[in-house]
């Protein structure tokens, strides 16, 4: 896991914006190859949405061969409430971009089955070769997604009970009306999140900084489910100042200096940006991660030069 630190919210949106544009376009995503993105909901990722938009609206990226996959939606509220997370996404990132609405898949959670709603969404992800790149953000008590703490890490989309902090914490978006949050959602799990190629999660403010805490400096644990990314091997959480005010002053001058020492460096890693479909069956040769995605590397042939995110930009 790599921490980076900003001073401010809006410059570590900005920082995690950069890094996606600059992931894509390395990427050279194709129709027949695109890019699979996955994305969150909720207040901490809407200025990475809002930077996202000036990209494309000044022509530094364009998201019409990106398929994206968001994270969670409640169960039972009608697609066209304002907070459903489908109505969330469209009015904050979709409607302003050029990706194709076929390429948007957001769970429903009005489906008759949704166990088999479920299961046909994670055959989506796996369909197409799993997801590249996923974004999220985390909540106070350390969830990623709607992975509640006592979640299984092996978890894969599901139902879930939403949690009693949760549900104050999403109040504030209908009206404070702690009633009018839904009981469950349908949400990835964690093993989901975790076979995706990359993992970066956005943490700002000081409500986020026990769960930053938990995670970076307590042991993997299945009640602080971010922690899951201690073993993910190419995840990055960038949070603002505020978010690390739980940390020990040791792990914020190790985790800047980290930085520090690769810019002055100027490393720039190779990561494998390609999984041919066949690493989907048998493992390769010296595979000793089989479940994990990440751990599936190409031939060196057809690797492309690309800043890590495991690495830091050199730029705030």
Not at 14 to 39: C, H, M, T
Not at 123 to 129: C, D, E, K, P, T
Not at 237 to 263: C, M, Q, S, W
Not at 287 to 304: A, C, G, H, V
Request: charged fraction near 20%; include cysteine; glycine fraction near 6%.
């Amino acid at each position: 896991m790599r921490l980076i630190i900003r001073d401010r919210p809006e410059q570590a949106a900005q920082y995690i914006a950069a890094y996606i544009v600059e992931r894509i376009n390395a990427f050279k995503p194709s129709e027949d190859r695109p890019f699979v993105l996955g994305l969150p909901t909720g207040s901490s990722p809407v200025p990475v949405y809002q930077e996202l938009i000036a990209a494309y609206q000044r022509g530094a990226i364009s998201f019409q061969h990106v398929v994206t996959f968001n994270m969670d939606e409640y169960v039972g509220l009608p697609r066209e409430h304002p907070e459903s997370y489908h109505s969330f996404m469209w009015k904050s990132f979709f409607s302003h971009v050029n990706v194709p609405p076929k390429n948007v898949n957001i769970l429903n959670g009005n489906a008759k089955r949704l166990d088999e709603e479920c299961r046909a969404y994670e055959a989506r992800i796996q369909a197409l070769g799993g997801i590249e790149l996923f974004l999220g953000g985390v909540g106070s008590d350390g969830h990623i997604a709607f992975n509640e703490p006592g979640s299984s890490l092996v978890s894969r989309t599901r139902v879930k009970t939403l949690a009693y902090e949760t549900r104050i914490a999403n109040a504030r978006f209908f009206g404070r009306n702690f009633d009018a949050v839904p009981r469950m959602a349908l949400t990835v799990g964690v093993q989901t999140i975790m076979d995706a190629r990359e993992v970066v999660i956005i943490a700002t403010g000081a409500t986020k900084a026990r769960a930053i805490q938990q995670a970076v400096e307590g042991g993997l644990s299945h009640m602080c489910t971010l922690s899951c990314l201690q073993i993910h091997p190419r995840s990055m959480v960038v949070v603002d100042e505020d978010a690390t005010l739980d940390l020990t002053v040791k792990t914020v001058k190790y985790f800047t200096g980290v930085e520090r020492t690769l810019i002055q460096q100027d490393e720039m890693p190779t990561t494998p940006v390609e999984v041919p479909s066949s690493c989907w069956g048998e493992p390769m040769e010296g595979e000793l991660t089989p479940d994990s995605m990440s751990s599936r590397i190409d031939s060196p042939k057809s690797r492309l030069t690309v800043r890590s995110a495991t690495f830091p930009f050199a730029h705030n």
